[in-house]
DNA sequence: TATTGTTATACTCTATAACTATA
DNA sequence: TATAGTTATAGAGTATAACAATA
């Protein structure tokens, strides 16, 4: 048992997995915005890219929900992505408000290349963990997000709050 | 040995370490700012808070530094705390241009309460892992954290870049 | 001449509300 | 009446440059 003096020193925050995490996850996402860079595409944008490939012929709705995110931020991302010519919105087959969305080809020819960017990101970051290091570290990471209730894939990016 | 197909499927973003400790690290972050939010303290704050501590009487300019952030986005951060009745700006022994940066008596008082939150967030996070789970996940994370070049106990926040 | 702290400005992100056209 | 998409606006956060006082 220990006693708690009032003027303890405070715990290095080095040493919490809450702190380390947190650290580690914003350089991580910094150096992935990096790479991603070249390619002319940011993390959000990526990650976007993935989940339209996913399924195609999503609406802008269906796919704020997925994210998370609020339909109002969608707008302005599928338009960034049209813009940069990689998404397409076509006319929704069953609904005349909504869009449906597509990739482009330009789109399927730098998808495997922006995911390449992210395994060397990967294997940088793991650089010096034997393989099983990097099992066990990607497990207990898996494991927390699964139970703390993150939606499986799905990267909050900056954003915050979806629907009200 | 395996051959790659062209449209080989992109590999699932959430058996990625950088994907998970990203993911988490935002995750955590956040949370970590909705448990400080009660005393009125955001993590970048506390932060500072933790920094001031460690070396009382240091100038705006060497804790920029320490914290990779540039002198301008310190003048606001001390803004703060001072309104907050956290900090004092008082005379600089030997420089008069500087300040020297000093915690008040309240802050001395909120620092342990806001180490004990973060000790809760701790704790929600790590909830269901072993003791050797945690001791292997902070490990396997501090080292990673030591090599890729991280300041030990400096979360870069939200913020950018610092002195050019 | 260089450095400390400050202010002003612009730029990016995000949150909210209100509008239109369809359902 | 509710929903999909859009637009406008306001607010936070941050980057840059320029300034006064002091070294």
Redesign the interface.
Known sequence: MRSVSPS?P?????????????????????R?AAGLAPLGLNPNQF?LL?HV?RAEGQSQQQLADTLGLHRNTMVALIDDLEARGLAERRRHPRDRRAYAIHLTSEARRL??EA?RI??E??AL?????SRA??T???G??????A??G?R???????AGPGEP
Do not use: C, K, M, N
Request: charged share 15%; aromatic share 6%.
């Open positions: 303890a405070l715990p290095p925050l080095e040493s919490r997995a809450s702190f380390l995490v947190s650290q580690l996850g914003i350089q991580s996402a910094q992935f990650g993935v490939a998808l495997p995911s992210a395994d990101q990967e970051l793991v650089e010096d963990l290091e990097r066990q570290l990607i207990l990471l898996a494991r927390i997000s139970r703390t993150q499986a894939g799905v990267h909050p990016g900056y």
